[in-house]
């Protein structure tokens, strides 16, 4: 995805499903929005459920346009405004119980160049919400090919979330070495549980990074996901919506 105007920011957010990575990439997305800045979300999961916070509703995904269109297809077909004009676009996934949803990233993020859509919309950011539980050749896609520079893994303190955290980073170290996205930090989802602090400390050096941002659990997410909305925008005076604007202003340095 090159362009004549490249993006200030390409950040591909990493985590194992489940783990508060699509809520933290609503909301950073939102709050680099209130800032100004052109944003473009793309959702990198089969579930296609990364962009809804900002769209209120699930959006056509590339995969579903090329199945259902095939070359008759528009980028107004899968890029969907949402919240204060963050572009919102799910690559989606193949039919259920046929094809591979790493290939399908492959062929979506093909679709994606050919049309031209980072030179049509002109982001200033991207943010890829990547899916982190198997790096494989598809989901590896945005730490290749001068898609992302910068990738954050979102991790609680639960094992199988560390697990997976140092899963990615091994992959992102692979490609580091060809001059591609660099890992510049884990970003810390409490969940609450006891000593979860203490063992997301004692595996960074094992993971092989530094802790970038810590969030608190918080009520006022799960509030804002029944309403469909990011916190950014259900409960923008609130101390988290803040804390998601402090580590927009991070990523942006």
């Given at each position: 995805m090159s362009s004549n105007k490249k993006p200030i920011k390409r950040i591909a957010f990493y985590g194992k499903g489940g783990i508060g990575k699509s809520t933290t990439s609503a909301n950073l997305s939102a709050a680099l929005s209130e800032q100004g800045l052109k944003v473009m979300q793309i959702g990198c999961d089969p579930k296609a459920d990364s962009t809804m916070l900002l769209s209120r509703s699930k959006v056509p995904t590339?995969?579903?346009?090329?199945?259902?269109?095939?070359?008759?297809?528009?980028?107004?077909?899968?890029?969907?405004?949402?919240?204060?004009?963050?572009?919102?676009?799910?690559?989606?996934?193949?039919?259920?119980?046929?094809?591979?949803?790493?290939?399908?990233?492959?062929?979506?993020?093909?679709?994606?160049?050919?049309?031209?859509?980072?030179?049509?919309?002109?982001?200033?950011?991207?943010?890829?919400?990547?899916?982190?539980?198997?790096?494989?050749?598809?989901?590896?896609?945005?730490?290749?090919?001068?898609?992302?520079?910068?990738?954050?893994?979102?991790?609680?303190?639960?094992?199988?979330?560390?697990?997976?955290?140092?899963?990615?980073?091994q992959a992102v170290h692979q490609f580091r070495n060809r001059g591609y996205a660099k890992l510049k930090g884990l970003i810390f989802n409490s969940k609450g549980g006891n000593n979860e602090e203490q063992r997301v400390l004692e595996s960074l050096e094992e993971i092989g990074t530094k802790l970038a941002f810590t969030f608190p659990r918080d009520p006022i997410v799960q509030k804002c996901e029944k309403e469909s909305v990011t916190v950014i925008e259900g409960a923008p005076e609130s101390e988290l919506a803040n804390k998601y604007r402090q580590l927009a202003s991070i990523l942006m340095k």
């Amino acid at each position: 995805m090159s362009s004549n105007k490249k993006p200030i920011k390409r950040i591909a957010f990493y985590g194992k499903g489940g783990i508060g990575k699509s809520t933290t990439s609503a909301n950073l997305s939102a709050a680099l929005s209130e800032q100004g800045l052109k944003v473009m979300q793309i959702g990198c999961d089969p579930k296609a459920d990364s962009t809804m916070l900002l769209s209120r509703s699930k959006v056509p995904t590339v995969l579903n346009v090329i199945r259902e269109k095939q070359d008759q297809i528009a980028l107004s077909d899968f890029v969907i405004e949402g919240f204060n004009g963050v572009l919102c676009v799910e690559v989606g996934g193949p039919t259920p119980g046929v094809g591979c949803a790493g290939q399908g990233i492959i062929g979506a993020f093909g679709k994606m160049n050919e049309l031209k859509a980072i030179e049509t919309y002109q982001p200033d950011v991207v943010i890829y919400d990547v899916l982190g539980d198997v790096v494989c050749g598809g989901f590896a896609v945005p730490l290749r090919d001068g898609y992302a520079e910068d990738v954050y893994i979102v991790s609680s303190g639960e094992r199988m979330s560390l697990f997976a955290a140092y899963n990615i980073s091994q992959a992102v170290h692979q490609f580091r070495n060809r001059g591609y996205a660099k890992l510049k930090g884990l970003i810390f989802n409490s969940k609450g549980g006891n000593n979860e602090e203490q063992r997301v400390l004692e595996s960074l050096e094992e993971i092989g990074t530094k802790l970038a941002f810590t969030f608190p659990r918080d009520p006022i997410v799960q509030k804002c996901e029944k309403e469909s909305v990011t916190v950014i925008e259900g409960a923008p005076e609130s101390e988290l919506a803040n804390k998601y604007r402090q580590l927009a202003s991070i990523l942006m340095k």
